[in-house]
């Protein structure tokens, strides 16, 4: 794989890499990624995320597997009764509306048994490190125990739980290419 020169390469870090094999392109987002792996066009493709990124365009990149493009991660914030568990939702879903969350996600409030309940942050398993970061920047804490992981979000589903409130969060600011536009970037060695 050869990279072009990367100007300003700090401003990568988080980003993705994607090598078509004649080619490859740098500055991708996640989103943009997951639309490329849903063409049958681009299953060859390879990708790469831009860890760490150095004012002198050495980039620490790391393999993605194309699967967790496909998956969800979450994270799950238990309480032993559903007063504790309704401000657990309150307190995420505020957080979304003072700090921008990473991409789209889901939170909801569920019941897993009698007085057993969950507050659910589910997003795309792509974004795991930055929705840790943002809980951190947000401050987020619960008083009951936590789980995480694309696991902990396949064992919520096989219990089946009953939601007793949800809402949807977004990234407003992002700008990912779509369709044709999506297709017009990945001939790009510069996406951004």
């Given at each position: 794989m050869k990279l072009p020169k990367i100007e300003n390469a700090p401003r990568y870090a988080g980003l993705y890499i994607v090598d078509f094999?004649?080619?490859c392109g740098v500055g991708f987002l996640a989103e943009e990624v997951a639309e490329l792996l849903e063409s049958e066009r681009f299953q060859h493709?390879?990708?790469y995320k831009i860890y760490n990124a150095y004012p002198d365009g050495t980039l620490e990149i790391i393999g993605v597997r194309k699967e967790i493009f496909q998956q969800e991660s979450g994270m799950f914030f238990y309480a032993f009764d559903e007063e504790t568990a309704r401000a657990d939702?309150?307190?995420?879903?505020?957080?979304?509306?003072?700090?921008?969350?990473?991409?789209?996600?889901k939170i909801q409030l569920a019941e897993l048994a009698p007085r057993q309940y969950a507050t659910a942050?589910?997003?795309?398993?792509?974004?795991d490190a930055e929705f840790s970061r943002w809980l951190l920047d947000c401050r987020?804490?619960?008083e009951g125990p936590a789980a995480g992981g694309?696991?902990?979000v396949e064992q919520y589903y096989r219990q089946k739980?009953?939601?007793?409130?949800?809402t949807q969060i977004f990234n407003s600011t992002s700008a990912a290419f779509h369709g044709e536009n999506l297709l017009e970037a990945a001939k790009k060695a510069m996406v951004r």
């Open positions: 094999g004649d080619h493709i390879t990708v939702f309150a307190r995420l879903a505020e957080c979304s509306r003072r700090l921008e969350p990473p991409s789209r996600a942050l589910i997003y795309p398993a792509e974004y987020y804490r619960t694309v696991s902990a739980p009953a939601i007793l409130e949800s």
